[in-house]
């Protein structure tokens, strides 16, 4: 119950810090993907940084999960057709949604309950990759 709260907190942190972000802002999409502000690029640099950070902390000090198990990074290599044609996908169902995954359940807290289908969608396309994984080329 203790983890489901703390999960619970962070998810609402999340909620507010993308609201008052204006990351939910389908404008602000609309601008980022005709390349007209630098505001949604802004946000990404700034998680991108962010997490480059948390994995240099973790690495360098060894931190561990709250369970106390260490945290083994791992590195993978770069598959450049692979990562491409994701990107691809995920771009455009961001561009068409108006809303990367994370911020999607943000939408539904702020009242946009349309994304209950887009997030249905969401998970029927990743049961779809599931299912046809071993099919894929990888």
């Known amino acids: ?7 619970l907190g962070i998810g609402i942190l999340f909620g507010i810090v993308m609201t008052k972000s204006e990351a939910i802002s389908w404008y602000r999409i609309y601008e980022m993907f005709n390349f007209q502000s630098f505001h949604m690029y802004g946000i990404i640099a700034v998680a991108l940084l962010g997490g480059i950070a948390v994995n240099y902390l973790v690495r360098r000090y060894e931190i561990k999960t709250v369970e106390g198990d260490s945290i083994q990074p791992t590195t993978k290599s770069f598959a450049f ?12 169902g961001w561009a068409l949604s108006g809303a990367c995954p994370g911020p999607m359940y943000t939408m539904i807290g702020n009242g946009f309950s349309i994304f209950i289908v887009i997030i249905a969608f969401a998970l029927l396309g990743a049961y779809a990759y599931g299912a046809f994984s071993e099919r894929l080329p990888h």
């Open 81 to 92: 057709k692979r990562n491409l044609l994701g990107g691809i996908v995920f771009g455009l």
């Open 1 to 7: 119950m203790k983890r489901f709260i703390s999960f």
